[in-house]
Structure formats: structure tokens, C-alpha cells
């Protein structure tokens, strides 16, 4: 059962970084279904597709709220978990919804379940968490708007966010390889999509045959076609 906090959210989410779905203020609810482009050899939802998915819905959320889709934010730190993965065929249910304010940018938080159609018995569950920043027509960082505030600041409940990355590097001893770029990994803003980005990590995955409970992905500069990429692995 949930139960409403001080802050106006219902329940309680593992860790600091998913605060629970608001009871007050804008909320924008999607469904989706896993389809055979989204899932890996096992039919587990990708990582890629994941993203992917989170901006297709976070288009839709402004749109329905007379917002401009192309409005220039870009991702900064992205946090996913996720106990039991959906997979093909599932029939997904999101909920998405301002989880923090930063002075230029904010949080979009994503709440995927999916539930069997006969007990309602939740059978998958993904919780997101991704740092936007705002830019301005230069490129360049940028106070938050006044129209986005209007329209998201009131499910933020006053919450403070930081676009602060762990400064981690990779360590030269990993072992590393190139990493090839394609024109179709590209966005509007001449950049590798962060969608394309955990291409990377999926096939490191599937090397090791690993399924990921928690994945982080960090930006800490636009990547472009011309860039040499070196991927890095351990542990």
C-alpha cells in the first residue's frame, strides 16, 4: 500500500535518486509496447531502446502540455534501475513527471511497470532518472524558463537537483577498444544521441553476458561523428 508523504508523493522508491510519482502537479501517463526492436537475443528490453523510449514519451509529455518538443535541453546523467526488466511483448505503463529542479536544469523522472493482464500481479518494473540541462540558442547553458516552470515546477515539491557528475575516469589498465560511430547515431544538435550511447554499454553486456539491476550513464561533453571513441571495461 502507498502512503502519502509530507511532499505530497505517494510511496517510497529505493534510493535518493527516484523519488516517488506526485499527487500534485503535472504528470504525463503513456502506454508502450516491447517490440522485437527493442528487445535483446534473450528478450530482455534494451538499454538503448529503454532511452529511446524515454524521449519519444518525454516528446509526447510536451507536446500534450503545449510545449515545444524541440526545446533544447540535453542530457547530463542518466540513472536507471531496474529489479525485474520487461520484456518482449510486454505491455508497458509510464508515468513520467518533473522529479527536481537544478537553476538550469531538471530532473525527468520515468516509472515503467508492467502488470499480468489476469492477477494484475506486477511482473516488471523500471525506474528512471535523468538530469536535462536547458540551452540557450549559442549552445550554452541556461537559466530554466519561465514556461517550464509553470509547467513542472509544481510536481518538483521543492525538490533541488544537481548536475554534478562522480568525476570518475576510466582506469588505464581496463581493457579498451574502439568504439565506431555512425551518422545515424547523430541528433538535431549535430550529437550523439544518448539513446546511441548505451548501444556501448549494451554490447558490453551481451559480451559478458550480463543483465544490468542498475546502469548509470554520464555526459560530461557532446560527442561528435568526427570523435575518435575508445570504449573501456572492467570488473
Same mark, same amino acid.
Do not use: M, Q, T
Given at each position: 500500500m502507498s502512503k502519502q508523504s509530507p511532499s505530497g508523493r505517494l510511496g517510497v522508491m529505493p534510493g535518493e535518486e527516484? #523519488?516517488?510519482i506526485p499527487t500534485v502537479g503535472r504528470r504525463f501517463? /503513456? /502506454?508502450r509496447r516491447v517490440r @522485437?526492436? *527493442?528487445a535483446d537475443r534473450h528478450g530482455r528490453l534494451r538499454l538503448d531502446a529503454l532511452a529511446r523510449l524515454l524521449q519519444d514519451v518525454?516528446? *509526447? *509529455?510536451?507536446v500534450d502540455a503545449g510545449l515545444d518538443p524541440a526545446s533544447p535541453f540535453v542530457a547530463r546523467r542518466s540513472v536507471v534501475w531496474a529489479p525485474q526488466w520487461p520484456r518482449l511483448g510486454d505491455r508497458l505503463a509510464l508515468v513520467t513527471f518533473c522529479g527536481g529542479l537544478g537553476s538550469r536544469w531538471a530532473e525527468r523522472r520515468t516509472s515503467i511497470t508492467v502488470r499480468d493482464i !489476469?492477477?494484475?500481479e506486477l511482473t516488471a518494473? #523500471?525506474?528512471i532518472a535523468t538530469v536535462w540541462v536547458f540551452l540557450d540558442e549559442r549552445g550554452h547553458s541556461s537559466p530554466l524558463p519561465a514556461w517550464f516552470l509553470d509547467a513542472y515546477g509544481t510536481a !518538483? /515539491?521543492?525538490r533541488r537537483v544537481s548536475a554534478r557528475l562522480s568525476g570518475s575516469r576510466p582506469d588505464d589498465a581496463a581493457a579498451s577498444r574502439p568504439w565506431a560511430l555512425r551518422a545515424t547515431d547523430l541528433d538535431m544538435l549535430g550529437h550523439v544521441n544518448n539513446a546511441a550511447t548505451w548501444t556501448a554499454v549494451e554490447d558490453e553486456l551481451a559480451r559478458h553476458d550480463v543483465v544490468p539491476t542498475r546502469a548509470v @550513464?554520464?555526459?560530461g561533453a557532446p560527442i561528435a561523428l568526427e570523435d575518435e571513441m575508445r570504449l573501456f571495461s572492467h570488473g
Open positions: 527516484f #523519488v516517488p501517463e /503513456a /502506454a @522485437l526492436g *527493442d518525454g516528446h *509526447d *509529455d510536451f !489476469a492477477s494484475g518494473r #523500471v525506474e !518538483a /515539491a521543492g @550513464l554520464e555526459y
